[in-house]
């Protein structure tokens, strides 16, 4: 499939959010004419203004998304909550709803109907262009396989579809939504994202070709074989996520026997324990640095190993389980144990995983949608 004009142009403004005439020519390799002709034909889509350039030149034509046209939603379906969020071409916010989820709620059929009743509550649904869906889960075409929701190929086309009968929409994997978030923010450099929380995953956004979402890929490190006997959820025996994740330091700090199998099947009854380990570092420094070694030195010996293969721009640290403290002592590991520099750069829980779910969305809009 041969990616069009527009479709290039549309998807830079996507990236960019405002881009000049000339900078556009410059990055598609087109001429002003081929420009203009297109502009045309996609004007009701886009914005123009002018702004004064500085220094004496003549002020400079942008252009940005329609923010009226692009309306998308995104939504993230997570273990606790489900959130919904609105947004316009600018990515400015609409609306926004949090919805908790409790354990009569997981499962195929339960969050279907869950999800409907969520989606009652949406204004203006005609107006929706896409809707971008994140799960904790594993995606495999549009279907969503998670131990954690308890679905299995599970698929929400219809619901949406009957609420955003005007809508392109795609389903991606958390960590893969933060990744398109990012990807967005360090207009479109290669990088690498790790989440650490009760989970471990990892997702590299390559600047590589647009088709097919190629230029992505979900790292499933926390089911690498890692070492140990444990026998984890996912099937498999000695994973990461046995040793490193915040299973394993909740392990050491007060549950000796705990299996990761429970662990999972309870997870909403640790709240408090989790906040509590997560939080050691403040006031039991020492403890902290012990409980959490054996973490950073696995983390350390993964993620070195991965940004030598993919080389991404820059590694990006976010997830439930990660804090200042901890991105300190993890990137000290990391640059103390590689003379090549690893560029770590700690995000918190500042990611917005509907934002990057829309985002996608909005991707598949323009190559599908558009000619
Ligand atoms: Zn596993």
């Given amino acids: ?5 527009s479709q290039k142009i549309l998807n830079e403004l996507l990236i960019s959010y405002k881009i000049s005439r000339t900078e556009l020519e410059k990055k598609l390799n087109i001429t002003p004419s081929t420009l203009s002709y297109t502009i045309k034909k996609i004007k009701d889509l886009i914005e123009i ?8 030149g003549r002020p400079k034509q942008y252009l940005s998304l329609n923010k009226d046209y692009w309306i998308s939603l995104g939504v993230k379906v997570g273990r606790d909550y489900v959130n919904i969020t609105k947004l316009n071409g600018r990515f400015e916010i609409l609306e926004r709803y949090t919805f908790k989820l409790s354990k009569k ?3 195929n059929e339960n969050l279907s109907k869950f999800l409907n009743d969520a989606f ?45 009968k005007n809508s392109v929409h795609s389903i991606l994997n958390d960590v893969e939504a933060i990744a398109t978030e990012e990807y967005i923010k360090y207009k479109g450099e290669d990088i690498l994202v ?5 989970g471990i995953g990892a997702c590299y956004y390559g600047n590589g070709e647009l088709k097919n979402n190629k230029n992505r890929k979900i790292i499933e490190i926390g089911h690498f074989f890692a070492g140990g006997h444990e026998k984890c959820y996912c099937g498999s025996t000695g994973c990461l996520e046995t040793l490193a994740s915040d299973y394993a330091v909740l392990k050491k700090f007060k549950f000796n026997n705990l299996k990761i199998v429970d662990f999972i099947e309870n997870e909403e009854n640790f709240e408090n324990d989790l906040k509590e380990v997560r939080t050691l570092y403040k006031t039991f420094k020492k403890r902290a640095e012990d409980i959490y070694e054996d973490t950073f030195n696995y983390l350390t010996i993964f993620i070195s190993t991965i940004f030598r293969i993919l080389e991404p721009k820059k590694v990006i640290l976010t997830g439930e389980g990660v804090t200042p403290w901890f991105s300190q002592m993890l990137q000290k590991k990391i640059i103390n144990s590689n003379k090549i520099p690893i560029p770590i750069i700690f995000r918190g829980l500042e990611n917005n995983i509907e934002l990057g779910a829309s985002i996608n969305a909005l991707q598949k809009y323009i190559m599908t949608k558009i000619e």
């Fill in 49 to 56: 203004y002018k702004e004064p350039s500085l220094g004496q």
């Fill in 120 to 164: 009652e509550k949406i204004s203006e649904k005609e107006n929706i262009k896409a809707v971008g869906m994140a799960f904790s889960g594993e995606v495999v075409e549009q279907k969503i396989n998670s131990k954690i929701l308890k679905l299995e190929n599970f698929s929400p086309e219809k619901i949406v579809k009957t609420h955003f």
């Fill in 1 to 5: 499939m041969e990616i069009s004009t």
């Fill in 105 to 107: 709620n997981i499962g």
């Fill in 194 to 198: 790790i989440n650490y929380g009760t």
